[in-house]
């Protein structure tokens, strides 16, 4: 036997996983966060108890029941041609309660994977945390590696780990954190998120060796924190996690007290101008009754963010580099890309009233670019998100609850 194969099948049989050993098999999946994160609080501001959302809560925060169709969403979503859900998950409850009372938590989140299993998706259990209770929002891990909060953080993990081992392996991962805020990403940082990740991981891999591991940089998950990482702990049984919101100035056009409108400009850059935005602006304030002094206003607030956007020049020329990042660390790392997790994409979509984001032409070209350059280097990749009424879903934000079908469309899917 070559020494290299001897050598790689000395390393499976330590990992305990086999000869052919390789993580949960994920190829497009779909956020669903609304269900399962922001846990309803009690008016003392605590959770209500037990905590979570009904799905029938779920699907009434922002409609009524009637608009939705009457067949099982989480079939919908695979009919749709998604092959897992990434579900995410307030892991504010969990680390608020102990013994009993985490049981129950537990118990809720466990029925909770069994429901999206069932219908014959795969479940990425995202802990994401919320910052509605600010004593277990990510700023709780925020004190270094060796801070109680990371300690607490790290327990609960543990036994979310231990409730997901009674899923067959081929069903579920686990995705510890979701956006560290560890900043900066570079050669002066101090080595906190690097301990943080390294030691969750070995805390996973002391209750099961088959468990996928969804691994993420600090710096908000991004790029740039994921080329930071240091894969030292790595195994066949790991992604690692990165997010593609870039550029945010295109994919985030949110209104603010300063700015109330922000939308309209085009993706790629250059099939535009800055004159060309200001017009299309002009005209949404105008068609919303606002008055030549409060456009004047905002139309101040709004050339600098505007004249840089088309001065960066975002197209897919810049979006293929940025992604060519992390395939880059990949490949230096000996980490096959795909095993990469571009965790999170996505794009508001043009308001009702024209306040904020994109218009669809360019919503969709950009959706579909992202998309087709994590494809193209065989990227597994979710993207943000099911349902919810801010704008950034697959079903629609108002009326029926019916799929966007150009997004499906961007997204590859019938």
């Not at 953080?153 to 510890?176: H, I, K, N, Q, S």
């Not at 000996?334 to 043009?350: A, D, N, Q, V």
Request: proline fraction near 7%.
């Amino acid at each position: 036997m070559k020494l290299f194969s001897l050598l790689s099948l000395l390393f499976a049989l330590a990992m305990g996983t086999g000869v052919h050993a390789a993580p949960l098999a994920l190829h497009r999946g779909i956020s669903v966060q609304d269900w399962l994160n922001w846990s309803p609080l009690d008016s003392d501001g605590t959770y209500r108890w037990p905590p979570y959302r009904s799905e029938t809560e779920w699907m009434t925060l922002a409609r009524p029941l009637s608009d939705w169709p009457q067949s099982d969403q989480f079939q919908r979503i695979r009919a749709m041609g998604f092959d897992f859900v990434r579900l995410s998950v307030d892991p504010g409850p969990l680390l608020a309660s102990e013994g009993e009372r985490r049981e129950q938590a537990l118990a809720v989140l466990e029925r909770a994977v069994e429901r999206v299993t069932s219908a014959g998706l795969k479940v990425v259990f995202d802990l994401h945390a919320a910052r509605q209770v600010p004593a277990y929002s990510i700023d709780m891990i925020g004190r270094g590696a060796n801070s109680p909060g990371v300690a607490q953080y790290r327990g609960m993990v543990r036994r979310v780990a231990a409730m997901l081992t009674r899923f067959d392996a081929g069903l579920v991962a686990l995705e510890p954190f979701n956006e560290p805020e560890y900043y900066p990403c570079d050669e002066t940082d101090t080595g906190d998120w690097q301990r943080i990740m390294a030691a969750t991981v070995a805390d996973i891999r002391a209750i099961s060796r088959d468990l996928t591991i969804i691994v993420t940089g600090a710096c908000g998950g991004s790029i740039t924190g994921l080329v930071d990482l240091d894969p030292s702990f790595d195994d066949p049984r790991l992604y690692y996690s990165f997010h593609m919101y870039e550029p945010h100035s295109f994919t985030h056009q949110l209104s603010s007290a300063t700015q109330p409108f922000n939308s309209s400009l085009p993706w790629p850059a250059a099939i535009g101008s800055p004159d060309e935005a200001v017009a299309h602006l002009k005209s949404y304030m105008t068609a919303a009754g606002i008055g030549e002094g409060e456009q004047a206003a905002n139309l101040a607030a709004a050339r600098d963010p505007i004249a840089r956007y088309f001065a960066e020049n975002w197209g897919f020329p810049q979006l293929q580099a940025r992604i060519n990042e992390a395939v880059n660390w990949a490949e230096r790392h000996r980490i096959p890309t795909s095993r990469l997790f571009m965790g999170e994409f996505g794009c508001y979509g043009l308001a009702a009233d024209g306040r904020s984001g994109a218009r669809d032409e360019d919503r969709l070209r950009y959706l579909a670019a992202v998309r087709l350059e994590a494809e193209g280097r065989d990227i597994p990749w979710a993207v943000w998100e099911y349902s919810n009424p801010h704008g950034i879903s697959l079903i629609a934000p108002w009326g029926a609850a019916v799929p966007d079908g150009g997004m499906l469309y961007a997204l590859g899917l019938p």
